[in-house]
Nanobody, 122 residues
Framework: QVQLVESGGGLVQPGGSLRLSCVAS????????IGWFRQAPGKEREGISC????????YYQAFVQGRFTISRDRAKNTVYLQMNSLKPEDTAVYFC???????????????WGQGTQVTVSS
């Protein structure tokens, strides 16, 4: 059983930054990818970024590329999402998830954290 705990959300002004953390109980060959997703009220869950934990290869959706950076700390079993230049439309609950391979499809991920709220507002 893989357990994920995300943290680091909060309230920030437009243009501000937040750093989200996802701590996993373990990384395995099968669950090699950690993805970040977000879900705003009334909208479907969408993929933001993911990373291949074995070698650190990152992937980004176009709408966050250049603003968000994903990274890993293998010693701490932790994946980070550094979010800069935040916009009001970034407001959502952010989740991390563990899967077998890089994908933007939430159904391809097996384990999920409980989410952390990110609110971008003046």
């Amino acid at each position: 059983q893989v357990q994920l705990v995300e943290s680091g959300g909060g309230l920030v002004q437009p243009g501000g930054s937040l750093r989200l953390s996802c701590v996993a109980s373990e990384f395995t060959l099968d669950y090699d990818v950690i993805g970040w997703f977000r879900q705003a009220p009334g909208k479907e869950r969408e993929g933001i970024s993911c990373i291949r934990c074995s070698d650190g290869v990152p992937y980004y959706q176009a709408f966050v590329q250049g603003r968000f950076t994903i990274s890993r700390d293998r010693a701490k079993n932790t994946v980070y999402l550094q979010m800069n230049s935040l916009k009001p439309e970034d407001t959502a609950v952010y989740f991390c998830a563990a899967g077998y391979s890089a994908s933007w499809d939430p159904d391809e991920y097996t384990y999920w954290g409980q989410g952390t709220q990110v609110t971008v507002s003046s």
